[in-house]
C-alpha cells in the first residue's frame, strides 16, 4: 500500500490502535513494511480502496482483531533454545516436583504449540505415566488461528527436526509426511487465547493463567515496546506462585522487572524467580552448579534427561530474521553458515532459493527448490515456489505440473490448517492461489497463435 493512498494520519492511527490493542510496537519491532503488505492483502480481499477500508478498520474492533492476528509472526519449533529445556529438565522442574505435588506450567505466547509441547515431552521423559497428573500444562496466544493448529498436534518436518530421535519414534506418528503427536503427550497440553497486553487476562483463576510454578515468556517481548513489555513481566510475576519461575527468550533480559522477581544465572542461562519481599533465594537457584557436581533429583526422575544441543537451528533462524527483515546479504551469508551444519534441511534450501529470487536469480532459485524437493519431495512450499520460478521463467508447462501437484498434496488437508514454513497461509489459501495460477496458465498468450 502506498502512503498516497490514505492520510497519514489515518494510518498513524491504525498504528496506534494496534499497539494499544495487542503491544505490538509497529515501529520499533520491525512491523511497518510487514503492516503496509498485510493492509494491503486485506484492502484487495474487501473489494475497497484505503481510505475507506482504514476507516472501517478504525471503527470496527473484530476487524482491527483480523488484522493483528495476521501481523503476528509465529517462528517456533520443538526444543527450541534447547539450553533453557535442559534447564528446565535437570534443574527447575525436579527441584520443584521435590517440593510439590501438582505443577502448573504455562507457555504464554505459545504460537502453534510446539513450546508447551516441548514441555509436555519433556515431563513424558522424566515421570512415568501414572506421575503425569502431577503436571499441567497451559498454552496460550494471541492468535486463535495458531491455537486451532496447536489442538491439531500436526506437524512439518521443519518444526520437529530438533526432537530427539528416540522421542520422535516414540510420541509421533508420521503419516504422509506429518507428524502426528500422540494422544498421550497431547492431553497434557490444554489451550487458550490470552491476549499478554490485556491486564484483565491474567492472572486469572478461571483461565488457569494463575499461581503458575513455571511460565515461559519467549520470543514475543521482543515485538513490544518497552512500557508494554514491563506491564507484560509485572503481570506474569503476579501469576507465579512464591519461588515460581519466569523463562524469558535470550533476547528479553534487557526489560525492566518489579522487585519480587530475582534473577538466577544458572549454568544454562538466566531465569528469574518469584520471590516475597525480604525472603531469601533457595540456594539452588541462585548460580549455576559446578559442571561436575551430580544434582540431587527426587525419586519421582525415572530417566535421566539428555535434549539436543544447538548446532544449527540459531543460524537457521537467525538468516530466517535477516530475511524477513530484508538484509539479504547477511541472509545468504548465515543460511550459508547454517546450510554447512545442516546440509539436509529442505527449509534451509528453500530459504536460499527465495534469497537468489529477491536477488534477480530466477534459474538459481528453481535449482534449490529443486534441491529442496529432492530432499523432501513432499516440501509443499518448495515446490508452490518451483511453481512460480517456472511461471516467472515462461515454462508454462512446467509450472502447472508443479502448481497441480502442489494441489494433489492439499486435497486431503483441511481448508484452515496453516502451511508449515508458513505460518501465514492456510491449505485453503494456498489451493485458492495455485487455482488461480493454474487458470492464468491456461490463458492464451499474447501474440501466440495457439
Ligand atoms: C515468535 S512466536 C514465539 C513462539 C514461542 N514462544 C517460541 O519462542 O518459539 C511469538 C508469538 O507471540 C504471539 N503474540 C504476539 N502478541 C501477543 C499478545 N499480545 N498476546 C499473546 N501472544 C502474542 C504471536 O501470535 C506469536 O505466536
Given at each position: 500500500m502506498s502512503h498516497t493512498q490514505c492520510p497519514p494520519q489515518v494510518l498513524n492511527e491504525v498504528v496506534r490502535r494496534i499497539q494499544a490493542v495487542s503491544?505490538?510496537?509497529?515501529e520499533g519491532g520491525g512491523f511497518r513494511k510487514s503492516l503496509e503488505q498485510t493492509l494491503a492483502r486485506h484492502i484487495k480481499a474487501h473489494g475497497t480502496d484505503a481510505p475507506e477500508y482504514l476507516s472501517r478498520l478504525l471503527r470496527d474492533d473484530a476487524q482491527l482483531a483480523r488484522l493483528i492476528e495476521d501481523l503476528t509472526i509465529g517462528e517456533t519449533y520443538f526444543f527450541r533454545h534447547p539450553g533453557q529445556f535442559r534447564l528446565l529438565a535437570h534443574e527447575i522442574l525436579p527441584e520443584l516436583l521435590g517440593r510439590r505435588q501438582h505443577l502448573r506450567l504455562w507457555s504464554?505466547?505459545?504460537?502453534?504449540g510446539e513450546e508447551p509441547y516441548t514441555l509436555a515431552l519433556t515431563v513424558c521423559r522424566f515421570l512415568p505415566p501414572a506421575e503425569r497428573s502431577r503436571v499441567s500444562i497451559l498454552g496460550t496466544d494471541l492468535n486463535p488461528a495458531f491455537l486451532q493448529h496447536a489442538r491439531a498436534g500436526v506437524y512439518g518436518r521443519r518444526a520437529v527436526r530438533f526432537v530427539p530421535p528416540e522421542d520422535l519414534q516414540r510420541f509421533f506418528a508420521v503419516r504422509d509426511g506429518r507428524y502426528l503427536l500422540d494422544d498421550e503427550v497431547k492431553r497434557l497440553v490444554t489451550f487458550q487465547r490470552i491476549n499478554?497486553?490485556?491486564?484483565?487476562?491474567?492472572?486469572?483463576e478461571t483461565t488457569g493463567a494463575h499461581q503458575c510454578d513455571v511460565i515461559l515468556c519467549r520470543?514475543?517481548?521482543?515485538?513490544?515496546d518497552g512500557a508494554s513489555a514491563r506491564g507484560v513481566i509485572e503481570r506474569l510475576a503476579q501469576a507465579l506462585r512464591p519461588d515460581g519461575v519466569l523463562v524469558l527468550g535470550p533476547?528479553?533480559?534487557?526489560f525492566e522487572r518489579p522487585g519480587t522477581l530475582r534473577r538466577c544465572q544458572l549454568k544454562e542461562g538466566i531465569v528469574y524467580r518469584r520471590v516475597k519481599e525480604g525472603e531469601k533465594i533457595i540456594p539452588m537457584l541462585r548460580e549455576a552448579r559446578p559442571a561436575h557436581k551430580p544434582s540431587r533429583r527426587p525419586a519421582v526422575v525415572a530417566k535421566v534427561i539428555e535434549l539436543p544441543r544447538p548446532i544449527g537451528e540459531e543460524l537457521a533462524r537467525d538468516a530466517w530474521v535477516h530475511a524477513e527483515r530484508e538484509r539479504f546479504q547477511e541472509a545468504i551469508e548465515t543460511a550459508g553458515r547454517a546450510l554447512a551444519v545442516d546440509p539436509l534441511d529442505p527449509s534451509l534450501h528453500l530459504l536460499m532459493g527465495v534469497l537468489s529470487d529477491r536477488s534477480g536469480n530466477r534459474l538459481e532459485a528453481a535449482e534449490w527448490f529443486r534441491k529442496a524437493l529432492y530432499l523432501d519431495p513432499r516440501h509443499l512450499l518448495s515446490r508452490f515456489y518451483l511453481a512460480n520460478a517456472y511461471r516467472g521463467l515462461g515454462e508454462r508447462v512446467a509450472a502447472e505440473r508443479e502448481f497441480t501437484a502442489v494441489l494433489r498434496y492439499l486435497k486431503d488437508r483441511p481448508v484452515e490448517e496453516l502451511i508449515e514454513d508458513e505460518q501465514r497461509m492456510t491449505a485453503g489459501a494456498l489451493r485458492q492461489v495455485c487455482e488461480k495460477a493454474i487458470g492464468r496458465l491456461k490463458e492464451p498468450v499474447m501474440g501466440s497463435s495457439t
Open positions: 503491544g505490538l510496537a509497529v504464554s505466547a505459545c504460537a502453534t499478554l497486553h490485556d491486564p484483565a487476562s491474567y492472572p486469572q520470543n514475543v517481548l521482543i515485538y513490544f533476547s528479553e533480559h534487557s
